[in-house]
């Protein structure tokens, strides 16, 4: 068994319905609930090809909009932890993507995690690796942009 983390950068608004996915339901949802972002979406779009039994749920029970949020993915022999942590990248607020990283935390084999991830990095629709602001989430979060740069890369 492997345990992998990673931290990557949302590029895109991608919503799903958080009452949905609190049921096991992927389902987007243009009239609010969670921003997924494209990552979040390439990953579970992934997972289900490798596994078309693989499951997705909202473990929190309260969720509002502005929240963070942590969604759990599993599928046979692999299970993937996705935490949102908000951070302002600029100046502005609002339910803008790029104020969200995902935390991606992998258990499971390590050559169908390194299939996930390899698939998921090419789907992206830019490197998951590229922030918005390193300075602001470096200072909030303590991690640096060369030791984030270096675990993508090191499963790539």
């Given at each position: 068994?492997?345990?992998v ?5 949302t590029?895109a608004n991608?919503?799903l ?5 609190k ?5 987007p ?11 979040g ?10 596994d ?14 502005k ?8 599928g046979?022999?692999f299970k ?20 969200r ?16 991830i390899?698939?998921s ?29 270096t ?6």
């Amino acid at each position: 068994m492997t345990n992998v983390t990673l931290y990557g950068q949302t590029h895109a608004n991608i919503v799903l319905s958080s009452n949905e996915l609190k049921k096991g339901i992927y389902k987007p949802d243009s009239m609010g609930g969670i921003l997924f972002g494209d990552l979040g979406d390439v990953i579970w779009r992934v997972s289900k090809s490798i596994d078309n039994n693989a499951s997705i749920k909202l473990l929190d029970r309260r969720y509002d909009f502005k929240s963070d949020w942590t969604i759990l993915i599993t599928g046979n022999n692999f299970k993937i932890l996705l935490t949102s942590l908000v951070y302002q990248a600029f100046s502005w607020k609002g339910g803008d993507p790029r104020f969200r990283i995902i935390k991606i935390e992998f258990d499971g084999d390590e050559v169908i995690i390194k299939k996930i991830i390899r698939k998921s990095f090419t789907l992206t629709l830019e490197p998951p690796y590229q922030f918005y602001n390193f300075k602001k989430f470096t200072k909030k979060f303590g991690i640096e942009e060369d030791q984030i740069i270096t675990d993508w890369k090191k499963w790539l």
